[in-house]
């Protein structure tokens, strides 16, 4: 009998060791230090080619961490390019293939009435490996495709802070 308590006792403290293990998550996350490199980066790299923006950079859930305008650039920018970022953030995704599988797929079409997303082209998600630490939007070049090239190259510019 002692037997069968110790091993009954002894079963459920690895239930609930096991159980315990997955309420805890370990998650990457985008830095206040980073998010602003990443801004900068990215707004830099849009006024190389006369372009005047704002770049939003958010980190995994979406939330604000850094957001630069660059002189010049419309008052719009800012809500454009902070609504790409979580958009971009949310969904994993970049804006842009976002934009592409709402205009070609009618099931999708009803992502643009999801509270706060903005699919247009310019949001490109922050990666470490698979995992999305968070986004960047840019809002202000002509054309979404631009804020896209301008969000990849403030990337490029912290890739080796993102291993």
Do not use: W, Y
Not at 103 to 114: H, S
């Amino acid at each position: 009998m002692k037997t069968t308590v110790k091993i009954a006792a002894l079963t459920l403290s690895l239930i609930a060791t096991a159980a315990s293990a997955q309420a805890v998550r370990t998650e990457k996350n985008m830095s206040l230090e980073l998010a602003n490199q990443i801004a900068a980066a990215t707004v830099a790299a849009c006024a190389a080619n006369n372009h005047n923006v704002t770049a939003a950079v958010v980190d995994r859930a979406g939330t604000l961490r850094a957001l630069q305008r660059a002189d010049n650039a419309g008052p719009h920018t800012v809500g454009a390019a902070q609504g790409k970022a979580f958009t971009s953030a949310s969904a994993r995704a970049n804006t842009s293939a976002m934009l592409e599988n709402v205009q070609k797929n009618p099931g999708a079409q009803t992502l643009v009435d999801i509270p706060g997303f903005l699919v247009l082209g310019g949001g490109v998600p922050v990666r470490v490996g698979n995992e999305v630490i968070g986004a960047v939007g840019v809002g202000g070049a002509p054309g979404g495709h631009l804020d896209e090239q301008c969000a990849n190259a403030g990337i490029a510019k912290v890739a080796d802070l993102l291993k």
